[in-house]
């Protein structure tokens, strides 16, 4: 689940600043209608509207390309959008904005940096090249140690060197810096939160605990702080206290989107699955396009048998996101769940189409077309795993010849990994349910023995373990 960070770009007080300040101005009119643009523009932005922010400062910068809160303005809205959409040349397009701010500025205005410094780090996390973060780091350094850089700019430029660190997965030096922020500007909200999550990450439990009670302390009234240290219990397995800051979180504020989905997502991962189906619910009264609130809410759905609702919501997911490989593999597995064997291995060989790297998926179709009385066409299909060596076989091929019934029960469970813990029991949840489902297949021994041991695996995440589910309810009690 997706957690909520802090704004990398404080406007706070920036704006009547610069309308003061700013030279090379139309004369008169337009330099009022201008003034009013960039006033909605960054109310606009205060509101995550980016696309808005874009469109408006678009109109300023038509009229006067260098106007350099505009620029600033505009790329700052664009490196968001390219964050959110998971587009690099969003991301770009801002990062040049931003150069243009500077420039048009003469260098004078440190905040004109903070929009390409986030938009460096974050190009280094989409595409891998460290380079970009490593640059922004360089930048960071050389514009915070400059003579005339106040206290404030400076705490808000050390902490995009911090998030530069983490995006190079250099925690000690994120701390650093991070704890630097902190010693210039003690209320930096953004701050605090990236300390605690950055020691979270480093692996220090103790010390993210203290530093995100440190933030609810100083920030009591701040539903994002909750937000995130509810998504930092939820990852210690602490779901009631994880759920209460959720909730805190919305009373707060009751439009927070993120807050619903992270409640909504513990409440799965506790069971209560009509509870999560009413969380989301409400963000999707939120936000009417959030696939995620839709294949969410088909989960809690599915875990209810509410079948032709949770398919549904993964119709819609796919409405929405027509190429993202994940929506279809979800559509699969509820037509699956559903006993849909056929339309479910045509839903699966989608998924694989559009992702042919996901090989977890095809122990899945073959299984879906063995269902449907397609064992021809799926030994056809898959006649190469067949073929394989043992010692050129992954788990998924393994998985895949127990069904085909080339190995047996005890050659399947040999083959578990035993030496990575996590690794072990969820290839156990798999083995243990598709031994039970081939049981079933042919009306022999006990399937439910094996569905309840793939639950005793406590592979939640896995797809076989919310099947074990729905099997062991569906069978006579």
Same mark, same amino acid.
């Given at each position: 689940m997706t957690r909520v960070t802090a704004g990398c770009i404080a406007l706070t007080a920036l704006f009547i600043t610069f309308v003061a300040q700013l030279s090379a101005q139309p004369a008169s009119g337009a330099a009022d209608r201008h003034a009013e643009l960039r006033r909605q523009a960054d109310t606009a932005y205060r509101q995550r509207d980016f696309?808005?922010?874009?469109?408006?400062?678009?109109?300023?910068?038509?009229?006067?390309? *260098?106007?350099?809160?505009?620029?600033?303005?505009? /790329?700052?809205?664009r490196v968001e959008m390219g964050i959110t959409q998971n587009n690099s040349n969003f991301i770009r397009e801002g990062i040049e904005d931003a150069r243009k701010a500077i420039s048009a500025d003469g260098a004078k205005r440190p905040d004109f940096y903070l929009p390409y410094l986030y938009g460096m780090s974050h190009?280094? &996390?989409?595409? /891998?090249?460290?380079?970009? +973060?490593?640059?922004?780091?360089?930048?960071?350094?050389?514009?915070?140690n400059r003579d005339d850089i106040l206290n404030k700019a400076k705490s808000n430029l050390l902490y995009q060197k911090a998030l530069a660190y983490s995006k190079l997965e250099d925690y000690p030096q994120a701390v650093d810096a991070l704890r630097e922020t902190l010693r210039l500007d003690a209320n930096h909200l953004a701050g605090h939160l990236a300390l605690a999550d950055v020691l979270a990450r480093?692996?220090? #439990?103790?010390? %993210?605990?203290?530093?995100?009670?440190?933030?609810?302390?100083?920030?009591?009234e701040n539903a994002l702080v909750f937000n995130n240290r509810g998504m930092f219990y939820q990852t210690q397995s602490r779901n009631a206290d994880a759920i209460a800051d959720f909730s805190k979180a919305i009373e707060l504020d009751g439009n927070q989107l993120q807050s619903y989905l992270n409640r909504g997502f513990t409440r799965l991962n506790t069971g209560d699955h009509a509870g999560a189906e009413a969380d989301f619910n409400r963000a999707i009264e939120l936000s009417p396009d959030n696939a995620p609130a839709y294949a969410l809410r088909a989960t809690a759905e599915?875990?209810?048998?509410?079948?032709?609702?949770?398919?549904?919501?993964?119709?819609?997911? #796919?409405?929405?996101?027509?190429? !993202?490989?994940?929506?279809?593999?979800? #559509?699969a597995f509820a037509y699956f769940f559903a006993g849909h064997y056929e339309t479910a291995g045509q839903a699966?060989? *989608?998924?694989? #189409?559009?992702?042919?790297?996901?090989? !977890?998926?095809?122990?899945?179709?073959?299984?879906?077309?063995?269902?449907? /009385? *397609?064992?021809? %066409?799926?030994?056809? &299909?898959?006649?190469?795993? +067949?073929?394989?060596?043992?010692?050129m076989r992954d788990w998924f091929d393994t998985l895949t010849l127990f069904f085909m019934e080339k190995i047996d029960e005890r050659e399947l469970l040999t083959s578990i990994d035993s030496k990575d813990a996590a690794l072990r029991d969820a290839q156990l949840c798999e083995a243990y349910y598709f031994v039970g489902l081939k049981l079933q297949q042919q009306g022999q021994g006990d399937p439910s023995r094996y569905f309840r041991r793939a639950l005793q695996a406590q592979a939640k995440q896995l797809s076989a373990y919310r099947a074990a589910q729905l099997a062991l309810e569906s069978m006579p009690q």
């Amino acid at each position: 689940m997706t957690r909520v960070t802090a704004g990398c770009i404080a406007l706070t007080a920036l704006f009547i600043t610069f309308v003061a300040q700013l030279s090379a101005q139309p004369a008169s009119g337009a330099a009022d209608r201008h003034a009013e643009l960039r006033r909605q523009a960054d109310t606009a932005y205060r509101q995550r509207d980016f696309a808005r922010t874009v469109e408006l400062t678009s109109n300023v910068l038509t009229e006067n390309p *260098q106007d350099a809160v505009a620029l600033y303005l505009r /790329g700052s809205a664009r490196v968001e959008m390219g964050i959110t959409q998971n587009n690099s040349n969003f991301i770009r397009e801002g990062i040049e904005d931003a150069r243009k701010a500077i420039s048009a500025d003469g260098a004078k205005r440190p905040d004109f940096y903070l929009p390409y410094l986030y938009g460096m780090s974050h190009l280094t &996390a989409m595409e /891998g090249d460290r380079s970009h +973060a490593e640059m922004a780091v360089k930048v960071a350094t050389d514009i915070a140690n400059r003579d005339d850089i106040l206290n404030k700019a400076k705490s808000n430029l050390l902490y995009q060197k911090a998030l530069a660190y983490s995006k190079l997965e250099d925690y000690p030096q994120a701390v650093d810096a991070l704890r630097e922020t902190l010693r210039l500007d003690a209320n930096h909200l953004a701050g605090h939160l990236a300390l605690a999550d950055v020691l979270a990450r480093k692996g220090d #439990i103790k010390d %993210a605990d203290a530093a995100f009670t440190k933030a609810v302390e100083l920030f009591p009234e701040n539903a994002l702080v909750f937000n995130n240290r509810g998504m930092f219990y939820q990852t210690q397995s602490r779901n009631a206290d994880a759920i209460a800051d959720f909730s805190k979180a919305i009373e707060l504020d009751g439009n927070q989107l993120q807050s619903y989905l992270n409640r909504g997502f513990t409440r799965l991962n506790t069971g209560d699955h009509a509870g999560a189906e009413a969380d989301f619910n409400r963000a999707i009264e939120l936000s009417p396009d959030n696939a995620p609130a839709y294949a969410l809410r088909a989960t809690a759905e599915l875990l209810q048998h509410k079948t032709n609702e949770a398919l549904h919501d993964y119709l819609k997911v #796919i409405e929405l996101r027509p190429s !993202y490989p994940p929506a279809r593999a979800d #559509i699969a597995f509820a037509y699956f769940f559903a006993g849909h064997y056929e339309t479910a291995g045509q839903a699966f060989e *989608q998924a694989l #189409i559009l992702a042919p790297e996901s090989k !977890y998926l095809v122990p899945w179709r073959y299984a879906a077309m063995s269902l449907a /009385g *397609q064992q021809a %066409a799926a030994n056809q &299909a898959y006649a190469e795993i +067949a073929n394989k060596a043992p010692e050129m076989r992954d788990w998924f091929d393994t998985l895949t010849l127990f069904f085909m019934e080339k190995i047996d029960e005890r050659e399947l469970l040999t083959s578990i990994d035993s030496k990575d813990a996590a690794l072990r029991d969820a290839q156990l949840c798999e083995a243990y349910y598709f031994v039970g489902l081939k049981l079933q297949q042919q009306g022999q021994g006990d399937p439910s023995r094996y569905f309840r041991r793939a639950l005793q695996a406590q592979a939640k995440q896995l797809s076989a373990y919310r099947a074990a589910q729905l099997a062991l309810e569906s069978m006579p009690q």
